[in-house]
């Protein structure tokens, strides 16, 4: 039976507390598109995006209209490219311009998969495809990177960590007159999910189906509401009143998950029930932590309410959909998220305790710039600290790092739109270089081996 009380609620949450649907993304596998020859290789990849989604972007808009719900991005996943580029040989960047050219035509937001899988070492087109990463994304606007250095059962690819601190800095040089964007578009992984609708870190497992949609929700300024109207409960019951509220939010995603799908007649995949916070006034996951009742974001007793807020939002949101999936739990990207700017500039938020966060959250060190002189053996040995934290504890995480170039602490980056704006936070610039140069791999630890 229909509830008015629960109609209303939901008008109220999407008017006034910023409640919406992140992203509908439609996963497409481009395996069949492999071929020698890149150039036809590239076509094929172009022809499979634009009949597949030909109708994605549309599609949202009419749900949006029917149901009243904001879906803020429509996007599109597909498979690691690096795969594509083992068959072609040739130069990947080509495949990034067909990716763009793709996003144009259909009119998505993003395209994510200009990716490699490297955990266990590298295979045929994984070194070109990481090579030519800062050239893709410089270039294009709407494709996202990613790669995956390590893994609980791999353990972690030293020399691929190596890589990947050049690549950022280089990244951010090839666009230091545009706020260093190409490396906001780059994430480095451990542990990544093949069902993960949110950028950068989306792309098309090969386990996945022909063609999948996946919806990603957001809803903190949701949460933070719901708690503010009880200062006076326990924790307990906070932990409770946060399972209910993600609980509600699950199910709308279900909901257009379930529509999309229908109407784009492909396979409904999972909702990932991520709170994803935005640059808006009201919608920061910092901010639900302060209400909880910390004085700001980052002092002490943030990582246990953190831990406390991740737990109940899963727990809700698996008792709303069967098919969670994703990173689910909640994100704490410095730039996108209004609270963590307001703490990352009075110094309450360091990049230590950011750390220390990750243990207990999704994902990782996001959205986060750096003086721009930040050494690449730096950044390095910080994308090998988080993976650590991921590989040990069987959990993904990441690292989208920001040298800001010319730029030192006290200067921001404006990014725009989601995006945000950052303020340029302190490193430790001890450096781990003769750690970094070691190369090789960090085994697995002895708890992977569950066969």
Do not use: W
């Not at 990544?192 to 300024?221: L, R, T």
């Not at 990750?358 to 988080?386: F, K, Q």
């Not at 650590?388 to 990441?398: D, E, F, H, P």
């Amino acid at each position: 039976m229909i509830n008015t009380n629960d109609i209303l609620e939901t008008i109220r949450m999407i008017q006034d507390e910023c409640l919406d649907i992140r992203t509908t993304t439609m996963g497409i596998s481009l395996l069949e598109c492999a071929d020698s020859d890149i150039d036809k290789s590239c076509q094929k990849v172009y022809d499979k995006i634009c009949t597949k989604a030909e109708k994605l972007v549309e599609t949202g808009e009419q749900i949006e209209k029917e149901y009243g719900i904001p879906i803020i991005n429509k996007r599109v996943s597909v498979t690691p490219i690096a795969l594509l580029a083992g068959v072609s040989g040739g130069d990947p960047v080509k495949y990034a311009l067909t990716l763009e050219k793709a996003a144009r035509t259909i009119g998505v937001n993003f395209i994510g998969g200009y990716s490699a899988l490297v955990q266990k070492g590298f295979a045929a087109g994984d070194l070109e495809l990481i090579n030519s990463i800062p050239q893709a994304l410089a270039q294009t606007q709407h494709i996202c990177s990613s790669v995956n250095i390590g893994s609980t059962k791999a353990g972690i690819n030293l020399d691929a960590v190596k890589i990947m601190g050049q690549k950022v800095k280089e990244a951010a040089e090839l666009t230091k007159d545009d706020d260093c964007i190409a490396a906001g578009k780059l994430v480095v992984f451990c542990n990544a999910p093949e069902d993960n609708p949110f950028m950068a870190g989306a792309f098309h497992g090969v386990s996945e189906p022909d063609c999948v949609i996946n919806v990603g929700v957001s809803g903190p300024g949701v949460v933070r509401s719901a708690i503010s109207k009880h200062p006076e409960y326990s924790i307990n019951e906070v932990a409770e009143l946060i399972k209910k509220t993600a609980f509600k939010i699950t199910r709308m995603g279900q909901l257009v998950g379930v529509a999309a799908s229908e109407r784009l007649g492909v396979p409904f995949g999972i909702v990932d029930l991520s709170l994803a916070p935005t640059p808006a006034v009201g919608d920061s996951v910092a901010h639900i932590l302060e209400e909880i009742g910390l004085e700001q974001c980052g002092g002490a007793g943030t990582t246990a309410c953190l831990a406390m807020l991740n737990d109940a939002v899963k727990k809700g949101g698996v008792m709303a959909s069967s098919s969670v999936g994703g990173l689910s739990g909640a994100f704490i990207p410095v730039s996108e998220d209004a609270g963590m700017i307001d703490a990352a500039r009075s110094g309450a938020l360091t990049i230590e305790k950011l750390e220390a966060m990750t243990a207990v959250c999704s994902v990782g060190l996001d959205m986060i710039v750096v003086p721009g002189n930040t050494t690449a053996e730096v950044i390095s040995g910080i994308i090998a600290d988080e993976a650590a934290i991921g590989m040990v504890n069987g959990k993904t995480t990441a690292v989208r790092i920001i040298p800001a170039v010319g730029k030192d602490i006290g200067d921001e980056l404006e990014f725009g739109g989601l995006l945000g704006s950052g303020p340029v936070m302190p490193v430790n610039t001890k450096s781990p270089a003769q750690f970094i140069n070691r190369g090789g791999k960090i085994p697995a630890p002895l708890h992977s081996l569950k066969n």
